[in-house]
């Protein structure tokens, strides 16, 4: 990471390592403390290849955890994702193409109980759904172990490949009711 790359942003390089590995990803996060919370965030970025990602994710560890992603698809096309991973299973909940990406995304996530709602927008808050109603309890202790809490925060990676790739976050904020 580094803050002076480009002064005034977060710059994560894109490492190999992966949430659902048992290593030190290229994740920056704080702890969800609310049940009913919003996290936001700004980023530019520009997938290089298929294994380039970079977007948000909610971690309870390398079991269970939620990743919206940017990313390129195999047809070329830059999309985003919203991908779990619960008890070990990978599943894409929601995915969108996004034809005239211009490499600003903005990312909004809503707790609400157990209730998890994903957005992203192009442009300001013109935001469009990614998925709603997502059952948020595959982070909470008593489903996924652990005692640290979740937490939320940027992520990159480059899915086990090397990569010279990289995303810029412009900011990140969490509000909890």
Do not use: K
């Amino acid at each position: 990471w580094s803050l002076t790359n480009r002064p005034g942003w977060l710059r994560l390089s894109l490492l190999p390592e992966q949430l659902s590995e048992r290593v030190t990803p290229a994740f920056i996060g704080r702890r969800q403390q609310h049940i009913n919370f919003a996290a936001r965030a700004c980023m530019e970025f520009t997938p290089a290849a298929s294994y380039d990602s970079a977007g948000l994710a909610l971690v309870q560890n390398d079991s269970f955890h939620f990743r919206c992603l940017c990313t390129r698809a195999e047809s070329g096309d830059v999309v985003i994702r919203l991908e779990q991973r619960a008890a070990g299973e990978e599943t894409c909940l929601a995915e969108a193409v996004l034809p005239e990406f211009a490499g600003r995304l903005y990312w909004r996530v809503e707790g609400h109980g157990q209730a998890y709602h994903f957005a992203y927008a192009l442009e300001p808050e013109r935001w469009n759904t990614l998925a709603d109603q997502v059952d948020g309890r595959i982070l909470s202790t008593q489903r996924a172990g652990g005692f640290t809490g979740a937490y939320i925060g940027m992520y990159a990676s480059s899915s086990g490949q090397a990569s010279t790739n990289h995303v810029d976050f412009d900011w990140f904020e969490y509000y909890g009711e």
